[in-house]
C-alpha cells in the first residue's frame, strides 16, 4: 500500500461526548471519533473499536470487554456500546481504528478511558450528614495509596477539601437538579491529595438552592439543611481497598461563612476561620459531631458527562470612581456573571461590602432595580492580618459594576478583579465578517450565552430568577450549539425535563421546577422537543430521541386536551417582550400556541417515523393537517394573518402582526396561492411600516432571519440587523449594552430589565446560517452532510466562520473583490458538502478550485474528482463536494 494515501489515525476520542471521562454511569456509553486523511474525499468504509478492562490488554489489540470486529459502517459519532457488562468502579480503555472507501486500514488511535462511577445504590457506604457548615474526618493510612477516588455530593453546594487543598477547580458544584428527583454527583480523582499517615477531608457547605431563604421559600422550592454525603476509596499499592465514608463518626462545626445565597450573595466573617481546620494535626474536641440527615429523596446520578461550573477568566477593572464619600464604584466594562476577588489590608472587623450592578444611576452610583429582590452584596469582615484575600465561594452575580463601601482607605484599581464563572463550555464557533456591527452584536452574545450557562440554561444572572425558563431555552439553543459544544450540558437538562413531567403528563415553564408553574406555555414546553431535536441534528443523537419519546408525546398529548377546533387555548406568555410591552399587545396569544402547537406536533410526527413508529407517525401528522387547517381558516384573511378585531381590545387598533406571519411561512403552512401576498404584505411591514426594524417578540423574532432568508430576503434581515435605531441590537449596543438586554429598551427603572437576557440572541444564527452559509441538514445529521450557502448582502465584503463539531472542522470563509469572489469551505472527512457559490451578478462567470477550472461558458467542467455539479440557479451554482479544503474562486468578465 502507498504509504501517502494511508488514512491517518482517528483523534479526538469522545466517550458520551466526553474526554476520558471518570465516574459515569451510563451502561451503554457511545463513542465517537474524528478522522483526518491527506486525501479529499474520503469516508469510513469500516471501523474496529476495541474495548478491554486493563491497559496491558489494549495495547495487545485484546478487547477482552469488546471487540467489534471489522464492521462495515460510516458511522464515526456516537456508536453504542455492546459488550460484556460495565461494573462500579472499574476503568476501561479503548480504541478505535478505520478503513476509508479505497479500503486503505488507519493505525490504531491513542488508547482512551471510561471509568465507571458508583452504579447502584449499594455501591454507597457512605451516609448523609450535616450539623454545620463544615464537616471534617481525619484518618491515618498505612500504606502506599495506589489510586483514590472520592465520591461526593454537597447540597445545595459544596467544596471539598483534602490536607488543607481544595479538591479540583470546580465551582458552585453539584450543578442545580430538582434534588427530590435527582441529586448530581461528582467523582474527583484524589490520588494525589493523599500520603501515608494522618489525612484530613474537609467539606465546606453552601445553601445554594437546596435552603432557600425563608422570606422566598413562597415562591421558590425549598428542600431543607444542607448536607453531604462522601465517600473515598482508596487502592493501596499492594492490592488492598478502604473506604472512607461520611458517618457520624464525622465532626461538624460553624465557619466563616455567617450567610450564603445565590441571590443575596455571601458574608464571610474572617476572624471566624478555623486555621488548618482541613490538615492534619488539628485538634478538634471543640467540635459536635455530625447529625446523620435523611436521603433527600432524589436518586444519586452522576454528573461525570455534563459540563461543570469554572473560573474561566479574570477580568481587571477599567476604573473606580468615587461618586460619593466612602463610596467606590468599579466599572468592568463587561456585563458577567461570577463575582470579585477582593484584596485588602486593615484592622480586624473592619466590613467591607461588595454590591453588584449591571447600570449607573445618572450621578454615577449603581442602580440595582435591575436585581429586584436579590441583594447581590458579599460582605467580608476583615481578619486584620497583612494581606487579604476573598472571593465568594456559594454564590453568583450578574453585573458589570460592584460598588465598594467600608473598604479601610482608599480603593485603587489594583484592589477588586472580576472572576468570570459559568459552566466550562467549550466555544465551538467562530464568527467574523466586515461589519463591526455585527461582529460586536455576535461578541454580546456570546458574552450573554455564557452568563446564562450556569449548570441549566438560565434566564438572566442578576435578579431573584436565573431560572430554566424554557421559552429563553429552546428559542436561544440553535445559536448556543452554533457558538458552544452543548451535546453534555443539553442532555443533563433534558432530563431534568423528564423528570419534571407529572402525571397529567404536564411540563413547567422553568426546570428544574424551583418555581412551580404547570403546565407550561406552549413556546416554553416546546424545549422538551425542539433541544432533543436540535441534539440529533447536530450531534447525530438518536438516542436522545428515542429516550424522550414518551415525555414528547405526552406533553403534546396533554396539548390536546386544551384544544378547541384544533386551536390551542392556552397561553401565558406568548410573543414575549415585544418593542415597548412585556405582553404583546400586536400578536394574539392563542396564535402563537396554536403555531407552535402545529410546529411540535408535525416534529414529533416526523420523529415518529424515524424511529420506526408508523402509526404515531400517521396519527400525529394527521392532527398537524388539521391545526393547519383550521389556523388558516381562522387567521387568514384575504392576503394576509391577521386577527380577529373583535376578540381584540378594542382600543387596539393593530391588527397586524410581524409574528403571526413569520411563523406560517417558516412552518411552510400558508396556502401556495396565498404564499406571495402573505411574503409581500410581511415585507411591506418590515420595509415601509417599520422602516426596517422588527415588531416581534422573542417568538417572532427567533424565526424572522430564517423566514427571510428561506424565501430570498437576506438582504432585509441584514438591514434589519444593521439598524441603530430602536429597536434593534445595534441600537442596545449604541445605549452602552455588552451583554443582550431582556427588553428592547433601556429601562433603567423597572425591575422587568435585565441587562444580560439570552432570548433575543437567536439572531447569532443568521451570522453562521446565512452569512458564513453553515448549515445542518437534518436528514444527514451530525453534519455528515454540510450545506454551505453563504450570501453576500449589502456592504459586507467578507464574512468567515467554523464550527468545531462532532465530526470535525468545518469553515466557510468568503471575501469579494471588484470582479470576483472567493469561498473557502473545509469539510471533516467522512461528511459531504453541497456547496452553493454564490455568482453575485457577475457576467460570464468563471469559476476555480484551486488552479482548475470548474465552470466555464455556462458549463460544468469535469476536473476534479471530489467535485461534482448538481444545479445552477439564478444566484448560485451548486456542487456536491467530499471532505478536505477547497478554495472556489468566481471571475467575471
Ligand atoms: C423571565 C423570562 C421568561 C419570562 C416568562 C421572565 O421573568 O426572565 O425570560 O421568559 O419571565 O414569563
Known amino acids: 500500500m502507498d504509504g501517502e494515501l494511508c488514512p491517518e489515525s482517528p483523534v479526538d476520542l469522545l466517550c458520551e461526548y466526553s474526554v476520558d471521562p471518570i465516574g459515569m454511569d451510563v451502561l451503554k456509553p457511545r463513542f465517537s471519533w474524528k478522522l483526518r486523511h491527506r486525501e479529499r474525499g474520503r469516508m469510513q468504509m469500516a471501523y474496529q473499536l476495541l474495548v478491554s478492562s486493563s491497559e496491558e490488554n489494549i495495547i495487545r489489540d485484546i478487547g477482552d470487554m469488546w471487540d467489534t470486529g471489522k464492521v462495515i459502517s460510516d458511522c464515526s459519532v456516537n456508536v453504542e456500546y455492546a459488550g460484556k457488562n460495565l461494573e462500579s468502579g472499574k476503568i476501561y480503555f479503548w480504541k478505535v481504528r478505520w478503513w476509508d472507501d479505497k479500503g486503505h486500514v488507519s493505525p490504531w488511535s491513542r488508547i482512551a478511558k471510561f ?143 455567617i450567610d450564603d445565597d445565590i441571590y443575596d450573595g455571601e458574608i464571610y466573617d474572617a476572624r471566624l476561620e478555623k486555621d488548618g481546620w482541613d490538615t492534619p494535626g488539628y485538634d478538634d474536641s471543640t467540635w459536635r459531631n455530625a447529625k446523620i440527615m435523611e436521603q433527600t429523596g432524589g436518586k444519586l446520578v452522576s454528573g461525570a458527562t455534563f459540563p461543570k461550573i469554572r473560573v474561566v477568566k479574570m477580568l481587571q477593572p477599567v476604573s473606580v470612581r468615587n461618586p460619593k464619600p466612602n463610596i467606590y464604584v468599579f466599572d468592568f466594562g463587561q456585563n458577567f456573571s461570577g463575582w470579585v476577588r477582593l484584596i485588602v489590608s486593615g484592622p480586624g472587623g473592619t466590613e467591607v461590602r461588595l454590591r453588584y450592578a449591571e447600570i449607573l444611576n445618572p450621578d454615577g452610583t449603581i442602580n440595582i432595580k435591575p436585581n429586584r429582590t436579590a441583594k447581590a452584596t458579599d460582605i467580608y469582615i476583615l481578619k486584620g492580618e497583612g494581606i487579604e484575600v476573598y472571593e465568594p465561594r456559594f454564590t453568583y452575580h450578574g453585573f458589570r459594576y460592584v460598588e465598594v463601601s467600608g473598604f479601610p482607605g482608599v480603593p485603587s484599581i489594583d484592589n477588586l ?124 443523537d438518536r438516542r436522545i430521541l428515542e429516550e424522550n419519546y414518551d415525555v414528547i408525546r405526552g406533553w403534546v398529548d ?51 417515523r424515524m424511529l420506526g413508529k408508523i402509526d404515531d407517525a400517521n396519527k400525529y401528522a394527521d392532527l398537524a393537517e388539521k391545526i393547519k387547517e383550521a389556523f388558516n381558516r381562522i387567521y387568514l384573511k384575504e392576503d394576509y394573518y391577521m386577527f380577529l378585531k373583535d376578540a381584540l381590545d378594542p382600543i387596539l387598533s393593530i391588527t397586524y402582526s410581524q409574528t403571526i406571519n413569520i411563523l406560517p411561512l417558516y412552518l411552510d403552512i400558508v396556502p401556495s396561492d396565498k404564499r406571495e401576498s402573505v411574503i409581500k404584505k410581511l415585507l411591506d411591514n418590515l420595509i415601509v411600516t417599520h422602516d426596517y426594524h422588527i415588531n416581534t417578540g422573542i417568538v417572532g423574532t427567533r424565526y424572522l432571519f ?8 437576506a438582504e432585509v434581515s441584514y438591514k434589519i440587523i444593521t439598524q441603530t435605531t430602536y429597536p434593534s441590537w445595534g441600537y442596545m449596543i449604541k445605549e452602552g449594552a455588552t451583554t443582550l438586554w431582556e427588553r428592547w429598551e433601556y429601562l433603567s427603572d423597572s425591575g422587568m430589565n435585565s441587562h444580560n437576557h439570552i432570548m433575543l440572541g437567536s439572531v447569532d444564527t443568521f451570522f ?37 463539531t462532532i465530526r470535525g472542522l468545518i469553515v466557510s470563509k468568503w471575501w469579494r473583490e471588484d470582479n470576483s469572489l472567493t469561498l473557502e469551505v473545509t469539510i471533516p472527512v467522512n461528511s459531504r458538502g453541497e456547496v452553493y457559490i454564490p455568482l453575485i451578478a457577475l457576467k460570464n462567470p468563471v469559476i476555480k478550485e484551486g488552479e482548475k477550472v470548474i465552470w466555464k461558458d455556462d458549463k460544468f467542467v469535469q476536473e476534479i474528482p471530489e467535485i461534482t455539479f448538481i444545479k445552477k440557479e439564478e444566484n448560485h451554482i451548486i456542487f456536491n463536494i467530499g471532505s478536505g479544503s477547497y478554495v472556489f474562486r468566481v471571475v467575471g468578465s
Open 115 to 257: 471509568e465507571m462511577g458508583l452504579l447502584s445504590l449499594e455501591d454507597w457506604k457512605a451516609k448523609w450528614i450535616g450539623g454545620g457548615k463544615l464537616l471534617r474526618k481525619s484518618f491515618i493510612l498505612r500504606k502506599k495509596v495506589k489510586q483514590a477516588r472520592a465520591y461526593i455530593s454537597g447540597l445545595g453546594y459544596y467544596e471539598l477539601r483534602i490536607n488543607g487543598q481544595k479538591v479540583g477547580d470546580y465551582q458552585l458544584d453539584p450543578g442545580w437538579t430538582d434534588y427530590e428527583k435527582i441529586v448530581l454527583y461528582t467523582t474527583y480523582d484524589v490520588t494525589v491529595y493523599l500520603k501515608e499517615g494522618e489525612n484530613v477531608v474537609g467539606v465546606m457547605l453552601g445553601n445554594g438552592r437546596y435552603n432557600v431563604k425563608p422570606y422566598r421559600r413562597g415562591s421558590h422550592k425549598h428542600y431543607g439543611e444542607p448536607r453531604a454525603i462522601l465517600q473515598i476509596k482508596i487502592d493501596f499499592a499492594d492490592g488492598s481497598q478502604e473506604f472512607i465514608v461520611s458517618d457520624e463518626t464525622w465532626k461538624a462545626a460553624d465557619g466563616p461563612i
Open 417 to 540: 478583579q472580576g472572576i468570570v464563572v459559568h459552566t466550562d463550555i467549550e466555544l465551538t464557533g467562530s464568527f467574523l465578517c466586515s461589519n463591526q456591527l455585527i461582529n460586536n452584536i455576535h461578541k454580546n452574545i456570546i458574552w450573554g450565552q455564557r452568563s446564562n450557562l450556569m449548570s441549566i440554561p438560565t434566564d438572566c444572572p442578576q435578579r431573584d430568577e436565573r431560572l430554566g425558563w424554557m421559552g429563553d431555552a429552546q428559542l436561544s439553543a440553535e445559536e448556543a450549539i452554533y457558538n458552544f459544544n452543548m451535546a453534555t450540558f443539553y442532555t443533563k437538562w433534558v432530563r431534568d425535563i423528564k423528570v419534571a413531567q407529572k402525571e397529567d403528563e404536564s411540563i413547567p415553564d422553568v426546570v428544574p421546577p424551583y418555581w412551580s408553574l404547570y403546565p407550561a406555555d406552549p413556546v416554553y414546553g416546546a424545549a422538551c422537543i425542539i433541544i432533543p431535536w436540535y441534539l440529533y441534528v447536530y450531534y447525530g
Open 558 to 608: 396533554f396539548l390536546n386536551t386544551k384544544t378547541e377546533d384544533h386551536i390551542l387555548k392556552f397561553s401565558k406568555y406568548g410573543d414575549w417582550c415585544p418593542p415597548g410591552q412585556i405582553k404583546s399587545p400586536y400578536t394574539p396569544d392563542e396564535a402563537v400556541s396554536t403555531l407552535c402547537y402545529y410546529e411540535v406536533v408535525s416534529l414529533l410526527s416526523k420523529i415518529a
Open 706 to 713: 430564517d423566514t427571510l432568508t428561506k424565501y430570498g430576503y
Open 768 to 804: 453562521y446560517k446565512t452569512l458564513a452559509g453553515i448549515n445542518a441538514d437534518p436528514s444527514n445529521p451530525g453534519f455528515e452532510k454540510i450545506i454551505i450557502k453563504p450570501h453576500v448582502v449589502g456592504d459586507l465584503t467578507h464574512a468567515s466562520a467554523s464550527l468545531k
